[in-house]
């Protein structure tokens, strides 16, 4: 191993530091600055949103009263059961279903019945029976069943259908 050795010409001043003295501590009122304000703005933005100042709430009074309902009625329609073809699981399926009707036309849709249940048969032994393991369709059957309705009672009374029975048996 080589060792450099340098010369230096004159007296080499070294500054010694005071070895009593600590190093200086960073302050932590700027820590403490922050977590005053957070929770000043915590408190003012929950105390706004509580009382209403931002994002005002529905408020409901006890003496208010519900807007009232419209005027509809309902109009069952009996029972459809229509055979399904031989490849598919089920062998029958049972619809029952209702009609929501604007309320001055409850009779007028009654007395078409028998036509409104003629025109589900049609339509539900026509579809394909790969369809009904679809998930989507029941919403699909009744979007198409229920513009069939509107075609045969007109259009403004019957508002919607109401499937309350889908059996696959």
């Known amino acids: 191993m080589f060792v450099l050795q340098t010369k230096t010409e004159g007296p080499v001043a070294e500054i ?16 403490l600055i922050g977590l005053l304000l957070a929770l000043l703005l915590g408190g003012g933005g929950f105390y706004a949103t509580w009382s209403g100042l931002i994002l005002p709430g529905s408020e409901t ?3 208010a009263e519900p807007s009232p309902l419209p005027d509809i009625g309902f109009v069952p329609v009996e029972s459809v059961i229509v055979s399904i073809g031989p490849s598919a699981l089920g062998k029958h399926l049972r ?3 209702q009609l929501e009707v604007a309320g001055g036309h409850l009779d007028e ?3 078409l019945l028998p036509r409104i249940v003629d025109v589900m048969n049609g339509y539900l032994r026509a579809i394909d029976p790969a369809e009904f393991e679809e998930q989507a369709a029941l919403v699909r059957m009744r979007a198409q069943l229920l513009r ?4 045969v009672t007109g259009d403004g009374r019957v508002r919607d259908l109401l499937v309350t029975e889908f059996v696959l048996n």
């Open 16 to 31: 010694e530091q005071p070895q009593d003295v600590a190093p200086k501590k960073k302050s932590k009122l700027p820590v």
């Open 95 to 97: 619809f029952t279903s």
């Open 61 to 63: 009074s006890e003496g």
């Open 148 to 151: 069939r309705i509107q075609i």
């Open 109 to 111: 849709v009654t007395t």
